[in-house]
């Protein structure tokens, strides 16, 4: 198995130009909710429209549903009858973070504090130190929502979580296991340290400051935070990485590296044979639970609307002939090979950075426990797609048998009837704060979603 450097096989200049469109998605696109309404946003300025204004579908319309600001689906009508077999490329839009808990604000020793819950897998020592932005939205009981962007201007202030001096940490954290460096409950985020003046009682006097602040700049009392979605995410820009420039360096490459790539790639579509969707959803990374998420039934319920549209009534068999003939991808990354710790890997079976895009055959631990496996002749049709276009392509698994493992929204499509592969680049640094692809293997990711909407 001869892996080729994509470098080589791809125009130079084709992948500096996308990867400086992806490193501005990246800069203001660093929630679910943000994602939504760039896609949004961007598929509308290609003819994209709410696929309820129609009451009729036709060949090569474009329609989208954005579902609770937390889903949105895409599809251009192709040809056949959607019945017959669609194709649709499934991406996730959120990333590991850390949230701010229902009831956050406490003073301890003169310092304002949020308590925070982690999302996601993520090493907690990680999230120490590092500036941090605050993002999301504060619902208010007079149904106004309130969006909140704190620490991304050059301007703004940062948040943190403080981490403790080495002089101190010998005994405490010295001791802990690499996962326990910090604990869950000790991920507190400082947010003050002034006093409110002219207070007659002294206690939480900065807190006071700090709901003072929030008051008058957005109109926001304490209680309101109890109905809000906030989320602390790192205040860090996205930047080439090594002095080749062939890297880039940024929050959440996983999974928007794939919903950007599939995004581009059903956004340049003009004409296909079988319908085009492509869907991006949210809490992938905490098991696809929710009503927006991999596992609920809106992907069924839009469908279903397609259907309805396209032949004039809605007719429940054909939505499972639809879901049972239909081809997707699971676009999703993958752990290519750490230089410094390679025993973790099958180097044999593990993808390496700037091959290409990776065919994840399955996904899963030990025993293939919660996988998703392709089928072999799925896995040779959807290399025949690659070649044929001369995309740089590896196969991939995550880790040695037994050393870890991991799941995507793979078998929650294979569970609806849909043939599934995961699809997508690699990434170095997987779920740390900042996470390292090649600037080549993102654009290969983009050709090879491309070639497969309009393969035949």
């Not at 700037?354 to 040779?380: C, L, Q």
Request: proline share 3%; charged share 30%; hydrophobic share 40%.
């Amino acid at each position: 198995m001869k892996k080729r450097w994509a470098w080589e096989l791809l125009n130079e200049s084709d992948i500096e130009s996308f990867s400086k469109d992806y490193k501005d998605f990246l800069a203001k696109v660093k929630t679910e909710r943000e994602a939504v309404k760039f896609i949004k946003s961007e598929a509308e300025k290609k003819g994209f429209v709410d696929v309820f204004s129609k009451d009729k579908l036709n060949k090569g319309d474009k329609v989208y549903l954005a579902f609770r600001n937390k889903f949105i689906a895409l599809a251009v009508i192709g040809e056949k009858d959607i019945s017959e077999g669609f194709r649709l490329i499934g991406s996730h839009i959120d990333s590991p973070r850390i949230d701010i808990k229902p009831v956050p604000l406490y003073e301890s020793f003169g310092v304002a504090m949020l308590k925070t819950h982690y999302y996601g897998g993520v090493k907690k020592y990680q999230w120490t130190n590092i500036p941090l932005a605050l993002h999301g939205v504060v619902a208010l009981k007079d149904g106004t929502v309130k969006e909140i962007l704190i620490g991304e201007k050059d301007d703004d202030p940062v948040i943190v979580i403080p981490d403790l001096a080495p002089h101190l940490a010998k005994k405490k954290q010295g001791e802990r296991k690499g996962f326990e460096i910090i604990k869950g409950e000790e991920l507190h985020a400082v947010v003050g340290n002034k006093p409110l003046k002219g207070e007659k009682e002294e206690k939480d006097l900065v807190v006071k400051m700090v709901l003072k602040i929030l008051k008058e700049e957005y109109g926001i009392e304490e209680e309101d935070l109890v109905s809000a979605d906030l989320t602390l995410v790192p205040a860090i820009k996205p930047r080439d990485l090594g002095l080749d420039r062939s890297m880039i360096l940024a929050y959440g490459h996983d999974d928007r590296v794939c919903a950007y790539t599939s995004l581009r790639a059903i956004l340049e579509l003009e004409g296909v044979k079988e319908t085009a969707i492509a869907i991006f959803v949210d809490r992938e990374e905490i098991g696809s639970e929710g009503d927006a998420a991999a596992q609920s039934r809106v992907l069924e319920y839009f469908i279903a609307t397609l259907i309805e549209k396209a032949n004039g009534e809605y007719n429940h068999g054909k939505l499972l002939k639809a879901l049972t003939n239909a081809r997707a991808i699971s676009a999703d990354v993958n752990a290519v090979i750490n230089p410094i710790h390679k025993d973790v890997h099958d180097t044999q079976n593990a993808a390496e950075l700037g091959k290409g895009v990776i065919i994840t055959k399955y996904t899963g631990a030990g025993g293939k426990y919660y996988a998703s496996e392709a089928h072999a002749e799925y896995v040779a049709w959807i290399r025949k797609i690659l070649d044929e276009k001369n995309i740089p392509w590896q196969p991939g698994l995550l880790g040695k048998v037994d050393e870890g493992g991991g799941g995507t929204i793979a078998k929650y499509l294979a569970n609806r009837g849909l043939l599934v592969v995961d699809m997508g680049p690699g990434v170095l640094s997987l779920h740390a704060p900042t996470e390292i692809v090649s600037k080549a293997d993102v654009y290969s990711t983009f050709l090879a979603y491309k070639a497969f909407y309009e393969s035949s």
